[in-house]
């Protein structure tokens, strides 16, 4: 499908996006209101997430994907921006050369203006910080998201054996965007290249984290250090 004007493809995009959602049996609702940061609100896993359409560009074994976006402020002039987890819960894309649909969470694009989505496997074999296609296919992360759902409804229960499992089942879970029990206070670089935005929200609420290369240390992460004398002088007060 060749799209050339940009607003073109983003009504394209929504449109395939909100028909492939329906087509799996996910609801699909679109705000009555202007201006949101999102398109549209998909249910899924009993779930609703606000999602924000993008245009995907397919290059080679790679999908561009660009998320910045630009608006006109009487008082700033243009203004770039990027998505974040307050606004929206995931942002889906649409191939048209391929006619495919994506899911992908928040947590893994949040702060960034473009992410690439791979068909392939690379020429020399990297794994880590590579976002594979296939693990965010609309239609496998609305099974997961369904199977997981359904298995917490039921107490004690656990998967079949005979179940079938995603690739990369972890990376498409939506997390709680402040839950931090599966970050590690002692990273390394890959893994953390892969879950930044969740380690700099950690930094955030106070938790620090020690990156490292090769298992030797080269960096830490944490709060500002004005917060983190504020947060001193507070225990200290209370004591």
Same mark, same amino acid.
Request: proline residues 5%.
């Given at each position: 499908?060749?799209?050339?004007?940009?607003?073109?493809?983003?009504?394209?995009?929504?449109?395939?996006?909100?028909?492939?959602?329906?087509?799996?049996?996910?609801?699909?609702?679109?705000?009555?209101?202007?201006?949101?940061?999102?398109?549209?609100?998909?249910?899924?896993?009993?779930?609703?997430?606000?999602?924000?359409?993008?245009?995907?560009?397919?290059?080679?074994?790679?999908?561009?994907?660009?998320?910045?976006?630009?608006?006109?402020?009487?008082?700033?002039?243009?203004?770039?921006?990027?998505?974040?987890?307050?606004?929206?819960?995931?942002?889906?894309?649409?191939?048209?050369?391929?006619?495919?649909?994506?899911?992908?969470?928040?947590?893994?694009?949040?702060?960034?203006?473009?992410?690439?989505?791979?068909?392939?496997?690379?020429?020399?074999?990297?794994?880590?910080?590579?976002? $594979?296609?296939?693990?965010?296919? %609309? *239609?496998?992360? +609305?099974?997961?998201?369904?199977?997981? /759902?359904?298995?917490? !409804?039921?107490?004690?229960?656990?998967?079949?054996?005979?179940?079938?499992?995603?690739?990369?089942?972890?990376?498409?879970?939506?997390?709680?965007?402040?839950?931090?029990?599966?970050?590690?206070?002692?990273?390394?670089?890959?893994?953390?290249?892969?879950?930044?935005?969740?380690?700099?929200?950690?930094?955030?609420?106070?938790?620090?984290?020690?990156?490292?290369?090769? $298992?030797?240390?080269?960096?830490? %992460? *944490?709060?500002? +250090?004005?917060?983190?004398?504020?947060? /001193?002088?507070?225990? !200290?007060?209370?004591?």
């Amino acid at each position: 499908m060749f799209v050339d004007n940009p607003n073109h493809k983003g009504n394209v995009a929504e449109l395939a996006i909100a028909t492939e959602a329906a087509r799996l049996g996910l609801s699909v609702l679109k705000p009555l209101t202007e201006h949101e940061r999102y398109d549209l609100v998909i249910g899924v896993g009993g779930r609703l997430l606000r999602v924000q359409c993008k245009w995907g560009a397919h290059q080679g074994d790679v999908i561009t994907v660009r998320l910045k976006s630009s608006y006109h402020s009487p008082t700033r002039g243009y203004v770039t921006a990027t998505y974040c987890g307050s606004e929206v819960d995931a942002i889906a894309v649409y191939c048209g050369e391929l006619n495919r649909c994506f899911l992908l969470p928040i947590a893994l694009v949040e702060g960034q203006v473009q992410v690439t989505l791979r068909l392939g496997r690379p020429r020399n074999n990297q794994r880590a910080a590579l976002n $594979s296609a296939a693990d965010y296919e %609309l *239609g496998a992360v +609305a099974q997961l998201e369904e199977r997981v /759902a359904g298995s917490d !409804e039921v107490e004690g229960s656990s998967p079949s054996s005979s179940t079938p499992t995603f690739k990369g089942a972890s990376a498409l879970n939506f997390p709680d965007p402040d839950d931090f029990a599966d970050l590690k206070r002692t990273v390394g670089m890959d893994e953390f290249y892969a879950k930044l935005a969740q380690y700099v929200r950690r930094a955030e609420a106070g938790g620090e984290i020690l990156i490292t290369r090769w $298992s030797r240390p080269v960096a830490r %992460l *944490g709060p500002p +250090a004005g917060r983190r004398r504020k947060e /001193a002088d507070e225990e !200290e007060g209370n004591a």
